[in-house]
């Protein structure tokens, strides 16, 4: 019988979990949140991009 899911099963899991240290933590989520920036000011840039040529063209309102 497998151990795995009996409760000394699970402490015995719980303690080989190795957990990130806050340096990697706040790095990781220092990138997140650059990218995150970024991506959002290049697809506003884009539907402006997109909505100056429209109207340039008669098509946009």
Do not use: H, Q, Y
Not at 2 to 20: L, N
């Amino acid at each position: 019988m497998d151990k795995t899911f009996t409760w000394s099963g699970i402490k015995k899991e719980a303690k080989r979990v190795r957990w990130p240290k806050v340096k990697d933590v706040t790095s990781n989520t220092a990138e997140v949140l650059i990218f995150v920036v970024f991506f959002a000011l290049f697809f506003v840039l884009c539907d402006f991009a997109i909505t100056f040529i429209l109207r340039a063209l008669g098509i946009g309102g």
